[in-house]
């Protein structure tokens, strides 16, 4: 049976797929921006306070679009980075310059 107007090819969910994780890649690095920080930030703070955070090199991965695709688990990730950042719950960060950045 041929694909019709209404089907989701393959091809049409790959480009669909692509322009969503490129779209995506944007807002996320304007959310980064627009506190601030560098690539690096969410790492060192992850790191310091005590919980899982994303490299900065999978960031960067993801802000340009070339994720491939996004796993659960990044997405819980960047949600509890976004969370803690809402609430002003940094953890035990002593670092005064990520703190100030923070």
Known sequence: ????????????????????????????????MRNGWTQYVVAKWAEEAGFHGIAAGNLSNIEHGKAGSLRPSTVFVLSEVNRRLAEGDWGPVKRHDLKDQL
């Open 1 to 32: 049976m041929a694909a019709g107007p209404g089907w989701l090819t393959t091809e049409r969910y790959t480009a669909q797929r692509d322009e969503a994780l490129r779209r995506f890649g944007r807002m996320l690095r304007c959310w980064r």
